[in-house]
Each structure stands twice: as structure tokens, then as C-alpha cells.
């Protein structure tokens, strides 16, 4: 069964730095990887899509990379600022399947 | 990618009754998922509702208690069957959009349920 792990659980940072949140799964076996951000309350907004064939996708300030063979994806943020607050939500799935996610990681930046 | 509108945003209800969660899709998808999100935590798939049969349900997910309808290839409803206080949770649909490889899953905005 298909497990999805995010280090850490909460991050706090000044505004400005860059951070790296991470995620691992348990079997290697995807079709895709996908990186969800969540506003309090809300529901998700997709921030990047990483394809098992691929290795890294980028969105302005964001860069996801994928190590299918290790069963890791890291997603780096730049130059933080505090509109970055939010829970960052990692989701594999296979092909056909449901997303499985992980349990977050709640992101504060400070001003 | 698909666009989905999920109803109602929120309600607030009382133990006992019933609330269906409707999605509409602006584009026909063969599968739909829908999510139960509890307060602090991450999203687990409640079931899969394909058109045209039976959902599949998750393990702890019993159809007495989420029934599901998927009537077309754009709609589908979840109901909250005799609900208590521990139902109290975002509930979320979820298609793959038109080309999952490309663009991945596209989420509703989700259904913020209160139990009292």
C-alpha cells in the first residue's frame, strides 16, 4: 500500500529565504507526482505536476525534482514571501488511480 | 484542465439528518473521486465513482453511510448519511483532467460540513 511521508510538518521562516519541502513514497511505482497548495479553509490549488519520466518541473519561484528510484520529491521555494503561507500537500498516484497524499506541511512565513 | 463547481461551500448541521455534496464538471471525465478532509489532517479518498456502476469505496467507507450517484460523465453527488459531530470535515471531489499525464488531477473547492 502506497505511503506518502512530508518532512517537516510545519516550517516557519522570514520573509526572503529559501526552503526545501520534502516528500517521500513508498513504492516507486507512479505515474505522476503532484505538489497541491492549501489555503486555510480552502481546497487545493495545483502547483506542479512532475510525470514519472520526468526529473524536475519549474513555475516561477517554485522548483519540484523527482528521484522515482529513491522514492523522493523535494519542492524548493525562492525567495519566500509571506503570501507563501499555506499547507503544501504532496499526492502520487498511479495510472488510473486515486492521489494518494501526504499529510502536509504547513509553511509560515513572517514579514 | 477541467474546471469543477462543488455545492454548497459550507453547511452547518444538525446530528442525525443528511447532506449530499453535489460537483459538476464543465467536461466529461470518465472517473470522479471524492475526499474527506478532517480538521488537521491530509485528504483520504473516500471513494471512486465511475458512470455507469457502482462507486468503489475505500476501506472504513461503507455506502450506507456516502452513498454516490454518478448519473453522466459531469455530475456526481456524495451524501452524508445520519451524521454526528466526527463528520464534521472538508469534503472534496477530484477528477483527472483531460490529459492526466500533462495537468495531473484538478480538485473542487470543497464542502466545509459542520455537525452540531
Known amino acids: 500500500k502506497q505511503e506518502v511521508t512530508q518532512i517537516p510538518a510545519a516550517l516557519s521562516v522570514p520573509e526572503g529565504e529559501n526552503l526545501v519541502l520534502n516528500c517521500s513514497f513508498t513504492?516507486?511505482?507512479?505515474?505522476?507526482l503532484q505538489w497541491f497548495r492549501q489555503d486555510p479553509g480552502k481546497g487545493l490549488t495545483s502547483l506542479l505536476l512532475?510525470?514519472?519520466?520526468?526529473r524536475e518541473q519549474t513555475s516561477g519561484r517554485l522548483n519540484a525534482s523527482l528521484d522515482k528510484s529513491s522514492g523522493r520529491s523535494t519542492l524548493y521555494i525562492a525567495a519566500s514571501q509571506p503570501g507563501d503561507s499555506a499547507t503544501y500537500l504532496c499526492?502520487?498516484?498511479?495510472?488510473?488511480?486515486?492521489?494518494?497524499f501526504g499529510k502536509g506541511t504547513t509553511l509560515s512565513v513572517s514579514s | 484542465s477541467a474546471v469543477i463547481s462543488q455545492k454548497p461551500s459550507r453547511d452547518i448541521c444538525q446530528r442525525g439528518t443528511s447532506l449530499t455534496i453535489q460537483c459538476q464538471v464543465d467536461?466529461?471525465?470518465?472517473?470522479m473521486f471524492w475526499y474527506r478532509q478532517q480538521p488537521g489532517q491530509s485528504l483520504t479518498l473516500i471513494a471512486t465513482?465511475?458512470?455507469?456502476?457502482?462507486?468503489?469505496?475505500e476501506s472504513g467507507f461503507v455506502i450506507d453511510k456516502f452513498p454516490i450517484s454518478r448519473p453522466n460523465l459531469t455530475f456526481s453527488t456524495l451524501t452524508v448519511s445520519n451524521m454526528s459531530p466526527e463528520d464534521s470535515s472538508i469534503y472534496l471531489c477530484?477528477?483527472?483532467?483531460?490529459?492526466?499525464?500533462?495537468?495531473?488531477?484538478?480538485f473542487g473547492s470543497g464542502t466545509r460540513l459542520t455537525v452540531v
Open positions: 477530484s477528477v483527472e483532467t483531460g490529459d492526466t499525464l500533462t495537468y495531473g488531477y484538478t
Open positions: 513504492d516507486s511505482a507512479i505515474y505522476n
Open positions: 512532475i510525470q514519472s519520466s520526468q
Open positions: 499526492a502520487v498516484n498511479q495510472a488510473g488511480t486515486a492521489l494518494i
Open positions: 467536461s466529461q471525465v470518465t472517473m
Open positions: 465513482a465511475n458512470q455507469g456502476s457502482e462507486a468503489t469505496y
